[in-house]
């Protein structure tokens, strides 16, 4: 079976074609719209530390580095070193406080409440534990700091006007590479699991016959797939891509906003406690005390 491709953007085929898909989804006004939404939610402004964690290329990132300037911070941690060294590349040159690291989502490298606001966007849904990154949210913000998440439902995405057992199987190896493809659904949930409180989610259903439907969707690179493991013909995944590009077939799909805030007393990490107790050097809790290191 196919895996996600974000869940190993650099073992992938093709690293720099997620990057090119990452930047076209950018430039969707559905999703710079989301995206200022996701922002908001983070009550950050001039002086605020920021954690993106998944940050991919760094588009947000970059775009929040300006928006908390002069004195704030942003670290975007992702997993891939080849969207980090992009996220680098496009940094460079830019003056912004803003620092890219390799790193999990579910380990962040960061010290106990050093953030003011963290934010995940289209992350969670790759991850095998999305609940365990949200913990480490948790433990990297202040008291009453702001997580803000944005994934889809893809248990919710249906295409109609194309042959449907055709469309099932396609989405059902898309279903099966995702390792948390009810992520969005999840989402308040999974919040509220994690100790954050005043949980507020938007939830939005985008259904629509625009052929850029297919690619924001990656139904183009899944019907590839799911040919390439037999489980449709080289045919009927062409037959669907061309109903799709022809705008004959439609697209739905669920997207969920959600946010919340830190409470005053969040489970520290263990190991990041232990490690803290033994240091020597005092613990500043502030995010560019913990970039500077
Ligand atoms: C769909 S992309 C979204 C990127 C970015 N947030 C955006 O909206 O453009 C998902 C990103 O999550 C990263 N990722 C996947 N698993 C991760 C993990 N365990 N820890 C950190 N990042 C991870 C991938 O490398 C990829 O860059």
């Known amino acids: 079976m196919p895996e996600s491709v974000f869940s190993h953007v650099d073992g992938s085929g093709d690293p720099n074609e997620l990057v090119r898909y990452l930047d076209a989804t950018k430039g969707v006004q559905l999703f710079r719209e989301l995206g200022r939404l996701l922002l908001a939610e983070l009550r950050v402004g ?14 947000d990132a970059l775009e929040i580095a300006a928006a908390v300037a002069p004195r704030g911070r942003v670290v975007g941690v992702d997993a891939s070193s080849i969207m980090v060294a992009e996220a680098r590349r496009r940094a460079a040159g830019r003056g912004l406080a803003v620092e890219f690291r390799v790193g999990s989502a579910e380990r962040l490298d960061l010290p106990d409440a050093i953030a003011d606001a963290c934010r995940f966007e289209r992350v969670l849904q790759h991850l095998a534990d999305p609940a365990a990154a949200l913990r480490e949210a948790a433990r990297v913000l202040r008291p009453g700091g702001q997580v803000a998440a944005l994934e889809p439902d893809w248990t919710s995405l249906d295409v109609s006007g194309a042959d449907p057992g055709v469309v099932r199987r396609v989405l059902d190896v898309r279903m099966a590479a ?32 625009h052929p850029d ?48 805030s830190r409470t005053a007393r969040a489970a520290q990490r263990p190991d990041v406690a232990t490690r803290r107790a033994s240091s020597t050097r005092p613990v500043t809790p502030s995010l560019s005390n913990a970039v500077d290191r």
């Open 213 to 260: 439907a297919l690619r924001a969707l990656r139904l183009d690179a899944y019907a590839g797939a799911a040919a390439r493991v037999g489980a449709v013909t080289g045919a009927e995944a062409a037959a669907l891509l061309s109903a799709l590009d022809g705008g004959r077939a439609g697209v739905r799909a669920t997207l969920h906003l959600a946010a919340g």
């Open 46 to 59: 001039p002086g605020s530390s920021v954690v993106d964690v998944g940050c991919g290329p760094g588009t």
């Open 178 to 209: 995702i390792p948390c493809p009810d992520a969005g659904a999840r989402l308040g949930r999974l919040l509220s699991e994690a100790g954050f409180e005043e949980v507020r989610s938007l939830e939005l259903t985008l259904s629509g016959h």
